[in-house]
């Protein structure tokens, strides 16, 4: 069963962030601390931490979250937040489920679900478990967990009885396990972002990825290890302290979008504030860091096998590369595989428009 949601965030909670966000000190940075390169610039967390204290509106985001239908519904034991948008051109929508990951949330979606109403799908987004607006699981859970529960909201809650998937970053292994464990009701599934693990004999510009790919993550990718391995101890650091949460992703915003190294063009303070704020107002800094935790208790057999499902990928430029094609044809049913002209991580909160008919058009076909 599913209520009726309107966010409304307990005053309390309100005033205990702005008060944590009034007191914050930022330190001090190396005298050669210049372009970010020794992670999130002091001088511009000091800029945003005044923005958030004397500028920010919260009332004005809640009410853009509050702008669609959305609903909770509980599913094995836990509180699921989505959306659940139907098609505004006429006739039954085709449905469609999006999934966010970290540092993200269903913000990054709210411009693009009324662009996929108007091109006729019923859009339904999640928050993932211990993330936004949603219920958290009492342990870590992984992606093959939440794809079950996904299955349960559209088939059992929603009564759909086939649908597209769509996902990035955590989105991405969930949209993955959803077409791989639950193929009888996926009709077909595109991600914005594509993992890989080589197996057997690697071809030789899959080797040459393999090889970039491990240098990028020994640049960029430190914080997953973390998470991964000792969540409580960045999660309990983290949650007590809002400008040290923001400083923690604010480097991966930058780092991660399509931005010429200017953060601000690609989002603005007051849309990097409302995705802090999304962990913060429920409470969900510790517990979005353990999905990674799971990656330690992921059965190989989860990744094995070859997916039936049709299967597409948009590249966006500044998103992590993918592995070339034809290393990835054991894998997938690749029916669509295509480069996107801007746009990074974050795909359809930096640039929806792109990201809403790059997904529609390959829907398109399977409805």
Do not use: C
Not at 64 to 92: C, R, W
Not at 173 to 184: C, F, I, N, Q
Not at 194 to 205: D, F, K, T, V, W
Not at 275 to 297: E, F, K, R
């Amino acid at each position: 069963m599913k209520q009726a949601f309107r966010l409304s965030v307990p005053q309390a909670r309100l005033d205990w962030i702005a008060r944590r966000v009034a007191d914050a000190v930022i330190g001090y940075a190396p005298d050669d601390d210049t372009d970010w390169k020794y992670g999130t610039d002091a001088r511009y967390l000091a800029e945003f931490r005044d923005h958030w204290r004397d500028r920010y509106d919260w009332d004005a985001a809640q009410a853009a979250f509050n702008a669609f239908p959305q609903y909770l519904a509980t599913i094995e034991g836990i509180p699921i937040h989505f959306y659940h948008v139907p098609a505004t051109s006429g006739g039954p929508g085709y449905p469609l489920i999006l999934s966010h990951g970290w540092p993200g949330s269903v913000l990054e979606f709210l411009e693009a679900i009324p662009l996929l109403a108007a091109r006729g799908y019923d859009v339904v987004v999640p928050s993932l478990p211990g993330y936004g607006f949603s219920g958290r699981p009492p342990r870590p859970i992984g992606a093959s967990d939440i794809a079950r529960m996904w299955r349960t909201l559209m088939v059992d809650v929603l009564g759909y009885r086939r649908f597209g998937a769509q996902g990035g970053d955590w989105g991405a292994s969930v949209t993955t396990a959803l077409a791989r464990e639950h193929g009888d009701v996926v009709g077909a599934f595109h991600l914005n972002y594509l993992a890989h693990s080589p197996r057997g004999e690697m071809l030789p510009e899959e080797a040459e990825w393999l090889r970039q790919s491990r240098r990028r993550f020994r640049e960029v990718g430190s914080y997953s290890q973390q998470m991964t391995f000792r969540p409580q101890t960045l999660g309990l650091a983290l949650s007590d302290t809002p400008v040290g949460f923001a400083s923690w992703v604010l480097e991966k915003y930058r780092a991660w979008s399509d931005n010429d190294g200017d953060i601000e063009t690609a989002f603005t303070k007051d849309q990097l504030i409302t995705s802090v704020m999304t962990y913060l107002v429920g409470d969900n800094v510790q517990a979005s860091m353990w999905l990674y935790a799971s990656m330690v208790q992921a059965r190989p057999s989860e990744f094995a096998g070859r997916i039936a499902a049709p299967f597409g990928l948009a590249v966006f430029p500044r998103e992590t590369q993918p592995p070339p094609r034809a290393a990835v044809e054991s894998r997938f049913n690749i029916v669509h595989w295509q480069a996107m002209p801007k746009g990074g991580h974050f795909a359809a909160w930096e640039e929806p428009e792109l990201f809403a008919g790059e997904v529609a058009g390959f829907f398109d076909r399977w409805r």
